[in-house]
């Protein structure tokens, strides 16, 4: 069935660091690929997401690139501060056949530190 | 902007008894998801409603109903509540169009049985 791996945390960095967070995924049809964060205590928030292959999506410093070779959605930031620790989710929705329902990968937690 | 709308925030109930989750998506969203996320889990799809049919089931337990009104807003009713149901529920909501769109969620219910 459909389903999304994430690298497993936490991951701990220092302020300014680089970020790499991995995810593959296994899909039948073609997704729609998203990162979510959920910040300590609260809901779900949509940080990016991609369409189709090639596709690069970005926001407040992150970015990721849907790769059907390689069937990965990697988020990456260039320099994380403290106020990205959080949950972040990869996650997918199949494009075609599907009712649309999120498949998430088990979230991968971020600690910055100072 | 709006945004889902969910109530209430916390609930507290005892085994056995029943709890009613209330969610009110974004305007001109025609599209309600529900999820739960267990402690430290990925949240997990249980149902989905479109202009107000059920569309998709997802690990639903049979003690969980659904329904979505004539104003899209849906309720989620849950009887004969056990310590397991212990989590947090997220309401998302999108705009179909012919496709699944970005879900947006709510800030979800934290539901915690005794």
């Known amino acids: 069935g459909d389903s999304v791996t994430q690298m497993e945390g936490p991951v701990t960095l220092s302020e300014e660091a680089f970020l790499t967070i991995n995810c593959t995924y296994t899909?039948?049809?073609?997704?729609?690929l998203f990162w979510y964060v959920q910040y300590p205590g609260e809901g779900l928030q949509l940080l990016l997401k991609a369409t189709k292959a090639d596709d690069k999506g970005s926001n407040k410093g992150f970015e990721a690139t849907y790769r059907k070779e390689t069937t990965s959605f990697h988020l990456e930031k260039g320099s994380v501060q403290v106020s990205d620790s959080a949950v972040y989710f990869c996650a997918l929705v199949i494009g075609m056949g599907s009712q649309g329902n999120l498949i998430f990968g088990k979230g991968t937690k971020l600690s910055v530190k100072p | 902007a709006a945004g889902v709308i969910q109530s209430p925030r916390h609930l507290i109930k005892e085994k056995r008894e029943t709890a009613t989750l209330k969610c009110y998506p974004i305007?001109?969203?025609?599209?309600v998801y529900w999820y739960q996320q267990g402690p430290g889990q990925d949240p997990q799809f249980l149902i989905s409603?479109?202009?107000?049919?059920q569309s998709d089931k997802g690990s639903i337990p049979d003690r969980f109903s659904a329904q979505q009104f004539s104003d899209y807003h849906s309720e989620l009713n849950m009887s004969s509540l056990e310590l397991g149901d212990s989590a947090l529920y997220f309401c998302?909501?999108?705009?179909w169009g012919g496709g699944p769109d970005t879900q947006y969620f709510g800030p979800g219910t934290r539901l915690t049985v005794l």
């Open positions: 409603f479109y202009e107000k049919m």
């Open positions: 899909a039948t049809g073609y997704p729609s």
């Open positions: 998302a909501s999108s705009f």
């Open positions: 305007p001109r969203h025609d599209t």
